[in-house]
């Protein structure tokens, strides 16, 4: 079984930047799809990224696409997820998942299909 610990939230004036890490042990991520999810207060937690096994697909939730971009590290066994231009609402908290994927080209985006979970790293952004 992997665990996920995310870092690198924080807070942060509108405009500016922030990289998220999620770092994995327990199993390699070289065998899972990776998610960024994101939740706010009150709302529902979505999805925000997704990167396949392979790195060379990804998928973006329209309103970041452009600002973030997701990564992956085999080495560092380590999922990147970068935001820049961030907006006050951007302010979440952020959660990184593990999917197991048939094919290394599947990008997952359903939150249900993501059984592994970090804890979340908060990010604010201020106006």
């Known amino acids: 079984q992997v665990q996920l610990v995310e870092s690198g939230g924080g807070l942060v004036q509108a405009g500016g930047s922030l990289r998220l890490s999620c770092a994995a042990s327990?199993?390699?991520?070289?065998?899972?799809?990776m998610g960024w999810f994101r939740q706010a207060p009150g709302k529902e937690r979505d999805i925000v990224a997704a990167?396949?096994?392979?790195?060379?697909?990804?998928y973006y939730e329209p309103s970041v696409k452009d600002r973030f971009t997701i990564s992956r590290d085999s080495a560092k066994n380590t999922v990147y997820l970068q935001l820049n231009s961030l907006k006050p609402e951007d302010t979440a908290t952020y959660y990184c998942?593990?999917?197991?994927?048939?094919?290394?080209?599947?990008?997952?985006?359903?939150?249900?299909?993501?059984?592994?979970w970090g804890q979340g790293t908060q990010v604010t952004v201020s106006s």
């Open positions: 998942a593990a999917s197991r994927t048939l094919y290394t080209i599947d990008v997952p985006t359903a939150g249900n299909q993501y059984p592994y």
């Open positions: 990167i396949s096994r392979s790195g060379a697909n990804t």
């Open positions: 327990g199993r390699t991520l070289s065998a899972y799809g």
